[in-house]
């Protein structure tokens, strides 16, 4: 009876420290998953900034494509006037430099 009683108490310390082995395993599991997960969104906080700083440089692009579109109207309408066709020409220039600078900034990292 005693032995029995020996034996039994052996083997739920087996087991005992089986689980506590485990319940390490776990939490060591948990700890790097959590780690993992603080990671990915600071990645989404950063990609998240990163788009609203694109869509802002797309909008402002569009409206240079706008201004631009509306100075090429400008000019086909003002073809057999007097209206001094060097100034519509730097104008035209400015947006293609401001234009130019415009993808250069998308195309950086």
Known sequence: MK???VTQYLALKL???QMITRLQEQEGTIAQLNREIIRLEKSLSEK???LEEVKSQAKELEKNFKK???IG???VNTDN???PTAELKK???QYIVEID???EQLRKP
């Open 91 to 93: 104008k035209l220039d």
């Open 48 to 50: 998240s900034i990163e």
């Open 73 to 75: 109207k400008i000019v």
């Open 3 to 5: 032995q029995e009683i």
């Open 101 to 103: 600078h415009c993808i």
């Open 68 to 70: 631009s579109d509306k």
């Open 81 to 83: 006037t007097a209206v």
């Open 15 to 17: 087991k005992i420290s």
